[in-house]
C-alpha cells in the first residue's frame, strides 16, 4: 500500500453534499483506504473565469492502485457526480487531485506527480500541513 494525498473540491451545488459523496466513493473503493481528511476551507477560485467559492481540503488515503489507475478511478467518481470538462479551470461539481503518491514523481501527458501547483495553493499547504503534524 502507497500513502497518497488527495485534494478535494467542489464550487458548483451543494458544495459539502459533494465533497461528502466522493469521500463515500472512496472509502467504498476496496483498493483505497481513507486515512484522514483535512478541515474544509472555503477559497475564493484561481483564474480568470468567474465562478463561485470553493469548498477545498486534503484526503490522506492508502492505496494498491498505481497512479495511473488510481487517476482512473478519482475521474470516474468526478464523472458520476457530474462534473463537465467544459473549461479549463471553470467550475466544478467535484475535483480530485492527486497531489502526492508516496515519494513517486510521474510526468505523463494526463498525470504529473507531485501535483505542479501544490505551492500555488495555500489551502492545499494547509491541509497538507494539518495532515502531518506529529
Known amino acids: 500500500m502507497t500513502t497518497c ?36 476551507y472555503e477559497t475564493d477560485p484561481v483564474g480568470p473565469i468567474e465562478q463561485g467559492k470553493f469548498l477545498n481540503g486534503v484526503m490522506e488515503v492508502e ?3 498505481s497512479p495511473e489507475s488510481l487517476l482512473k478511478e478519482l475521474n470516474v467518481i468526478e464523472e458520476a457526480l457530474g462534473r463537465k470538462r467544459t473549461v479549463k479551470n ?13 515519494d513517486e514523481i510521474v510526468n505523463e501527458d494526463e498525470l504529473i506527480i507531485p501535483h505542479p501547483r501544490i505551492n500555488e495553493r495555500e489551502f492545499v499547504l494547509k491541509g497538507l500541513r494539518e495532515l502531518n503534524r506529529a
Not at 471553470?90 to 508516496?102: C, E, M, S, V
Open 63 to 65: 492505496t494498491s492502485l
Open 90 to 102: 471553470g467550475p466544478r461539481t467535484i475535483d480530485l487531485d492527486i497531489l502526492y503518491y508516496g
Open 5 to 40: 494525498y488527495i485534494g478535494i473540491g467542489s464550487n458548483m451545488g451543494p458544495r459539502r453534499r459533494n465533497i461528502d459523496l466522493a469521500i463515500g466513493r472512496i472509502e467504498a473503493n476496496p483498493d483505497i483506504v481513507l486515512k484522514r481528511v483535512s478541515a474544509i
